[in-house]
């Protein structure tokens, strides 16, 4: 079955720039998209087909998807995108999440 | 403005079968384009896709839980529901329901429900 990895955390400071991956065989012939999900919320999508942000969500989120890794960019970070985040893709019709990134700002 | 409500007993006995009702509002299943899916999330960790169907009655499911699973649609009261036999601790999670967005092979969940804790337990 197919496999979406993320690394489990990742910290940034505010005001940096903070890069999330997702890994998985030939991805990028894929389309991903991630969601944001905040202590005891249920999840938001933030971008979808790869790279396209739903009307609400700033645009300091951005995505990309090439080769085998998605990649979820926020910039200028701010304590308040402090969150889990998750990619997901659809193969062989399946839905398929990654594993989750733990965002930490400090 | 769409909305999704889950609701079913919020505990259930092993062995016995799990039931939950997704309630739509602001907008008729019957008469979009969209597929309405089902996403558990077990206490501390991530998530997982259970199954998702349109309102004609196709289904998609987790391979791992299709065995178990039936998801079917009552559009009469614009309903989908989720029922999951042979229940045991490690179905104890939170149910989430959600607009499923499948356009070949471009999908996505929007928006989601409140979701509802369902635990395994005798």
């Known amino acids: 079955s197919y496999e979406l990895a993320q690394p489990p955390s990742v910290s940034v400071s505010p005001g940096q720039t903070a890069s999330i991956t997702c890994s998985g065989h030939?991805?990028?012939?894929?389309?991903a998209c991630w969601y944001q999900q905040k202590p005891g919320q249920s999840p938001v999508i933030i971008i979808y087909q790869d790279s396209k942000r739903p009307s609400g969500i700033p645009e300091r989120f951005s995505g990309s998807n090439s080769g085998n890794t998605a990649t979820l960019t926020i910039s200028g970070t701010q304590a308040l995108d402090e969150a889990d985040y998750y990619c997901?893709?659809?193969?062989?019709?399946?839905?398929?999440f990654g594993g989750g990134t733990k965002l930490t700002v400090l | 403005q769409l909305q999704l409500q889950e609701s079913g007993p919020g505990l259930v006995k092993p062995s016995e079968t799990l039931s939950l009702t997704c309630t739509v509002s602001g907008a008729s299943i019957s008469s979009s384009s969209y597929y309405w899916g089902w996403i558990r999330q077990p206490p501390g960790k991530g998530l997982e896709w259970i199954g998702s169907i349109f309102y004609s009655g196709t289904t998609y499911s987790n391979p791992s839980l299709k065995s178990r699973l039936t998801i079917s649609v009552d559009s009469s009261k614009n309903q989908f529901s989720l029922k999951l036999s042979s229940v045991t601790a490690a179905d104890t999670a939170v149910y989430y329901c959600?607009?499923?967005?499948?356009?070949?092979?471009?999908?996505?969940?929007?928006?989601w429900g409140q979701g509802t804790l369902v635990t395994v337990s005798s």
């Open positions: 997901q893709a659809w193969d062989s019709s399946t839905v398929v």
């Open positions: 959600a607009r499923h967005h499948l356009v070949r092979d471009m999908n996505w969940f929007d928006p």
């Open positions: 030939k991805l990028g012939n894929k389309y």
